[in-house]
């Protein structure tokens, strides 16, 4: 008589299926790691008897170094960072997908030499089962530091002159290309731009879309007057274009913040809004909605951004090899322009 064949042992992916839970909250239940429910803990003990599933040890020994948690680590010295609309609606959407994977959120501020040392201690340490990187600016070492490093790493915009295997990020150029073809749609032909800071990728390319539409129009693109992204670099930044060109029809500003800086300015100065000066920033927060005028502005999915590069996080986690995404913005016209 022929012997049977040899059974097939289960996998990690079959037991994380019946329990009705992600791989990598399986893995952790498996070894006793922290940050797992009681229930999903032993929902996945019911799944290992019933499959009759056996842990490979060398599987073993390397979950046994998961911690459960996720980095989200911003290029700012200041916590208040945290605060920013922008920032806020990242959190809340990185936060929720990490929820669903039962994984805790780390928030780290890495632009002083101090809390620079704390994220590449925790690089170096594998503080983190894995990390997300954000707001980097041009020849930064952390984001060479960030790619050696042995775990995983998922950067929220790509970095100055760097294409990162794993990235999430917003069609920058093509908003500001949209934003500034709007304004020459409307009859303004002067139109001036206030960027963001130009040692990062963001400020570059929102630059690059409203100046490839000006010169697509046979227009000469204004020098980039740069801010910082807040409403005072805004404000300031309009001021210098008013005292430089005072015959200005149109400014786009490549955020919000830096918007309504912008129409604080004109407004002070006597110009009417859309009447003299048409005004549109980027960004689609709410000072835009409650902005007077409201603005006209460029609407990126920024919950979406942090969730996406959550998401993305996990998969790396579970073994995946996750694809860069690009996430689409559009306009949205309000009375400011």
Not at 152 to 178: C, I, K, M, Q, T
Request: charged share 25%.
């Amino acid at each position: 008589m022929a012997e049977d064949a040899p059974r097939r042992q289960p996998t990690l992916d079959e037991v994380a299926e019946r329990a009705g839970v992600s791989r990598s909250v399986a893995s952790r239940a498996l070894n006793n790691a922290p940050h797992v429910s009681r229930a999903k803990r032993e929902a996945v003990e019911r799944a290992v008897r019933h499959l009759g599933y056996v842990p490979n040890p060398s599987a073993r020994a390397l979950a046994t170094r998961q911690t459960g948690a996720a980095a989200l680590v911003i290029c700012g010295e200041d916590p208040s960072i945290f605060a920013d609309p922008f920032f806020a609606q990242v959190i809340v959407g990185a936060a929720a997908a990490l929820e669903e994977a039962d994984l805790h959120l780390m928030l780290c501020l890495a632009a002083s030499d101090r809390g620079r040392k704390r994220v590449e201690e925790l690089l170096r340490s594998r503080g983190a089962d894995g990390v997300m990187l954000m707001a980097l600016r041009e020849d930064d070492p952390l984001a060479r530091k960030a790619e050696e490093a042995q775990l995983p790493v998922v950067f929220g915009g790509r970095p100055v002159g760097s294409a990162p295997r794993w990235y999430v990020d917003v069609d920058n150029l093509g908003g500001a290309r949209e934003a500034t073809e709007y304004l020459l749609s409307r009859g303004r032909r002067r139109v001036a731009v206030i960027c963001g800071p130009l040692d990062t990728e963001v400020g570059r390319a929102r630059y690059r879309g409203y100046r490839d539409a000006m010169l697509s129009a046979g227009l000469d693109p204004f020098p980039p007057l740069e801010g910082d992204f807040t409403e005072p670099g805004g404000a300031a930044a309009t001021a210098a274009l008013l005292a430089e060109h005072p015959d200005v029809e149109a400014v786009f500003a490549a955020n919000d913040n830096m918007a309504a800086g912008a129409l604080r300015t004109l407004r002070e100065a006597g110009r009417q809004v859309p009447a003299d000066v048409a005004v549109v920033g980027f960004d689609d927060l709410t000072v835009a909605r409650i902005a007077d005028p409201p603005l006209t502005t460029v609407h990126q999915p920024i919950q979406a951004l942090g969730r996406e590069m959550a998401r993305m996080l996990v998969a790396l986690v579970n073994g995946q090899d996750p694809t860069p995404l690009i996430l689409p913005a559009r306009l949205v016209v309000r009375s400011s322009a």
